[in-house]
């Protein structure tokens, strides 16, 4: 079954930009929505954006300014880029396979925790 | 933005148990609803799709309800292994979550 994985840096400095990539195996990045949702040490959910397989993306208005989604077909990956990084951002960021742009998200990546310190 | 509000945000319950949580919508979102378990360390996981449709996969003692603006899950028969935190989200439009369901022993 489809299996999604996040890497990236643990660790952000303040001011800089937080970039993470997730990987789809067992199946293709198309025809599907494919979201980032991250959530603060001991805080609810909160959806960051997602991308279309064809580069169609959209973003939550709160983040719109710093946040860019991007794709990769030929690697099957998708990517996130949130910019001018705070102590706020500190959070474990999934990734997320949904089947329309505003649909329930199955399967989940594992998550991976992102620390912005100075 | 809808806003999704769940209560209680925990309980404590014994195996055996009934649980029921709550999940209110800031406005009418049909029967847009879903739910997800998440365990310490975990990916939430869904469990209920459209307020009442099961997942594959998933214990036919989870079930789900409402429509508009007010909906349920339902735990029947609480297990050692659902003890975990539940939220609900809505896919009405731009997806926004409750605040979680801490389900404790």
């Known amino acids: 079954q489809v299996q999604l994985q996040e890497s990236g840096p643990g660790l952000v400095k303040t001011s800089e930009t937080l970039s993470l990539t997730c990987t789809v195996s067992?199946?293709?990045?198309?025809?599907?929505?494919w979201s980032w949702i991250r959530q603060s040490p001991g805080k609810g959910l909160e959806w960051l954006g997602y991308?279309?397989?064809?580069?169609?993306?959209k973003y939550s208005p709160s983040l719109k300014s710093r946040v860019t989604i991007s794709v990769d077909m030929s690697k099957n990956q998708f990517s996130l880029k949130l910019s001018s990084v705070t102590a706020a951002d500190t959070a474990v960021y999934y990734c997320?396979?949904?089947?329309?742009?505003?649909?329930?998200?199955?399967?989940w990546g594992q998550g991976i925790l992102v620390t912005v310190s100075s | 933005d809808i806003q999704m509000t769940q209560s209680p945000s925990s309980l404590s319950a014994s195996v055996g148990d009934r649980v029921t949580i709550t999940c209110r919508a800031s406005q009418s979102i049909g029967t847009y609803l879903n739910w997800y378990q998440q365990k310490p360390g975990k990916a939430p996981k869904l469990l209920i799709y459209v307020a009442s449709s099961l997942q594959s996969g998933v214990p036919s003692r989870f079930s789900g309800s409402g429509s508009g603006t007010d909906f349920t899950l339902t735990i029947s028969n609480l297990q050692p292994e659902d003890f975990a935190t539940y939220h609900c989200q809505q896919s009405y439009s731009m997806p926004t979550f409750g605040g979680g369901t801490k389900v404790e022993i």
């Open positions: 997320g396979r949904h089947a329309s742009a505003y649909n329930w998200f199955d399967p």
């Open positions: 991308v279309f397989y064809t580069g169609i993306s």
């Open positions: 067992g199946g293709s990045i198309s025809p599907y929505y």
